[in-house]
DNA sequence: CTGAAAGCGCTTACAG
DNA sequence: CTGAAAGCGCTTACAG
């Protein structure tokens, strides 16, 4: 367990040139195969690693990938971060964090990542207005920094993306209360805007308006402690039979407020979420909830950067992912 | 927004060598303000960043740290992230992420990490056994890289950590309970070896055994749906009082079984969990937990690895923070 | 205060 | 199949 063996001494040990060490580690097609053992014996009697930022430096490549997020904290961003990293490390990149939080500079940023020379970027983002996408896309296109869009949605077919159709979702979730006899559906959306949320909200005013509803959007802060009196509030003199979360434990949150103030679940008012996580078990009642396959997003995201890093030929830049409705008691 | 300016071209542009342009943005002190001013506007103007990787090979430094964790889905570890990453931007480190699966070889990803050349590594995988510690210790410490444990609990004084006082804290919760006339108290803890579950069950232990109660350790996989029944069939023939779960999700489980089988909670079974999180203010009732500063831990453990890297002097490796009760419905 | 030069530890044409 | 040499884009003694 020596410090700090480089190539040199491994070159000199197998009585070989550097060139042919850096060629049984990148090409070993290329070097005679008992050169290549006697090599190969070497660096493991040495416990030899190239050191990743020379290779990085020579070879313009550093395998590493960056993974642009605005909140970790949020559970389906960590469970992403699960996908992407087991495919990562299956294709040897690594993995860079970078985090952009609401007022921060984005071109700062994004030549931030430039400079820290990633392979490529997955952009798990969702708060990015129009304008920002922009300034990514050109940057990184000038750069040649192929980048893709983990559960964003951005309407422009050039740039690769893997989510699951939220609209369709929205749609599908609604129909079904409606089906269920349910007439006053409110969606509890977020005061912040994220683009896959304005996809959900879409889904529900189209099958809304599509059954003749009114289509009605209440923003919460997602502030579980928060919503309580928000939700009391607004509720009270409201006639409400029906609600959507785009967040399970924003529907939680309401369920309980609903129960608490004499509106049973599901028999009043029924209740929907969107994500399927442990919020929606520990609850009582249960929670309906769509499943969103997060975990493959990022996984799927990642393994379509690595073929973009290749520059191997894709059929489809634009992979949706399928969701679907776990049924429980609120619903 | 041009591609790929050097040094040299800066250089150039502002008619001084590459080494004065280095100069002023590494030690901006030891240039004439003329030609810094000079220098900086040229910057400016191409929109000059350094390659990182050129720089971390010229320099030996990085300015990345290394951030090892197990699950990163877990709901503390992504807080945790959250903390690491805010005080990283701070001082301008970047974040490697290595994730450490269970099966993996611990040497081998030791190695990855010394290749990558990061300046100091963040811990804060807590499975790890006592071999696995030592040789983690030991490639750390012959590669002069600094690194810090993070909400992971081992028992040596030469090791700088940041945690909280578990055992006290399982201590504490436990006292409660006994002091709320509860006898019949249970641990619900994890199969899996975790250093920080360690410790909240040695507190337990020692405040069941000096109020001279048998303490009783009830192991669960930590996975919601098995929980039910796993709960279900063992104590339907316990007598049971109280229950303190290793985490808020299983307490909650726990409290939810408890009530469907007739044991009201608080009333008959006294509640608490740890962590602090939504789960315990979503829940019915809402759950006393013992709150726990992940987001904290996270960026104190990073705070003190920036001034290890610095060699900075410290009077004291090991920070433990304070935990408070946060005293709701169940207890 | 500034520049010329060596060097960080690799990769990759180019010859042979 | 292999080696000598240039180069990746910086930093940092060393002179001056």
């Given at each position: 367990m020596s410090t700090k063996v480089t190539i040199y001494e491994v070159a000199l040990a197998a009585r070989v040139s550097l060139a042919t060490v850096s060629r049984v580690l990148n090409?070993?097609?290329?070097?005679?195969p008992d050169t290549r053992e006697r090599v190969l014996k070497v660096i493991k009697e040495l416990g030899y690693r190239p050191n990743a930022i020379a290779r990085g430096l020579a070879s313009r490549k550093t395998t590493t990938v960056g993974v642009l997020i605005s909140d970790i904290t949020r559970a389906s961003v960590a469970e992403m971060l699960g996908?992407?990293?087991?495919?990562?490390?299956?294709?040897?990149?690594?993995?860079?964090?970078?985090?952009?939080?609401?007022?921060?500079?984005?071109?700062?940023?994004?030549?931030d990542i430039v400079a820290e020379q990633v392979d490529g970027v997955l952009l798990l983002n969702d708060e990015l207005d129009l304008n920002q996408m922009k300034t990514i896309k050109e940057t990184f296109d000038d750069n040649d920094i192929p980048f893709v869009l983990a559960n964003v949605i951005y309407d422009d077919q050039t740039v690769p993306s893997v989510s699951i159709d939220y609209a369709k979702a929205g749609y599908e979730i609604t129909k079904l209360m409606i089906e269920n006899g349910r007439k006053d559906i409110y969606m509890l959306s977020t005061v912040r805007k994220y683009s896959v949320n304005d996809q959900k909200e879409l889904g529900y005013t189209n099958a809304m308006n599509e059954a003749g509803l009114q289509p009605k959007v209440f923003r919460t802060s997602g502030n579980t402690s928060v919503n309580r009196q928000h939700f009391a509030n607004f509720?009270?003199?409201?006639?409400?039979?029906g609600a959507i979360g785009v967040r399970d434990?924003?529907?939680?949150?309401?369920?309980?407020?609903?129960?608490?103030?004499?509106?049973?679940?599901p028999e009043m008012v029924a209740v929907a979420g969107f994500q399927n996580t442990k919020y929606g078990i520990l609850s009582r009642p249960t929670l309906t909830s769509i499943d969103i396959p997060v975990y493959d997003i990022g996984a799927v995201a990642m393994r379509l950067l690595t073929k973009l890093m290749n520059k191997e030929k894709l059929d489809s830049l634009q992979v949706v992912l399928p969701h679907y409705i776990v049924r429980r008691e609120s619903l």
């Open positions: 090409n070993p097609e290329k070097v005679k996908g992407i990293s087991d495919i990562a490390m299956k294709y040897s990149y690594s993995i860079k964090l970078f985090s952009a939080h609401e007022n921060i500079n984005i071109s700062d940023l994004l030549n509720f009270s003199d409201k006639a409400v039979d434990s924003i529907a939680v949150s309401f369920m309980n407020i609903s129960s608490e103030t004499g509106r049973r679940v």
